[in-house]
């Protein structure tokens, strides 16, 4: 299964949105929104509600391609997220997930019994490649213990 296959099985918000995973690796995660007129807000495009879902999904997406092999002994939780809307967002978007730290650095600080948080940068862009929004999630490894 893949995560995108993952994500949408076991979380119900990306099933709703029909969010589209593209890409999805440890360096980078691509998610689409396709246009659709439920989720428009008052100008005929996406909903900022919609927009932010996409991109904490796409930062999920590539936390999981990450630090899956992680998931025995600890469990990823999204801490704060900021996002900016820089311009008027119509038809698909796209989010572009990317991470704030190297993965070995944060693995090192679960191996040293601490709980590390890392950030994931997220550009969401429209078909004609402007960008309509930029995202931070920061995210931590709980530990299981």
């Known amino acids: 299964m893949s995560i995108g296959e993952m994500l949408a099985a076991t979380v119900p ?3 709703t949105l029909n969010l589209e ?4 690796t440890p360096e980078k995660a691509v998610v689409a929104l396709p246009d659709q007129s439920e989720y428009h807000n008052h100008v005929g495009g996406p909903h900022a509600g919609a927009m932010f879902t996409l991109g904490e999904s796409a930062s999920g997406a590539i936390v999981l391609a990450a630090f899956g092999d992680q998931l025995s002994r600890a ?3 999204a801490v704060r997220a900021e996002i900016a809307y820089k311009k008027l967002a119509m038809g698909a978007v796209t989010a ?3 991470l704030g730290r190297p993965a070995t650095e944060v ?4 191996d ?3 709980r590390p948080e890392f950030p994931v940068s997220v550009v969401i862009r429209r ?8 995202m931070t999630v920061v995210w931590t490894l709980r530990p299981n213990s």
């Open 13 to 15: 918000m990306t099933r």
């Open 21 to 24: 995973y593209l890409e999805t």
């Open 75 to 77: 469990v990823p939780l």
């Open 96 to 98: 572009t997930a990317t």
């Open 107 to 110: 693995v090192a600080e679960l």
């Open 112 to 114: 040293e019994g601490k």
């Open 127 to 134: 078909e004609d490649g402007a960008v309509t929004g930029e």
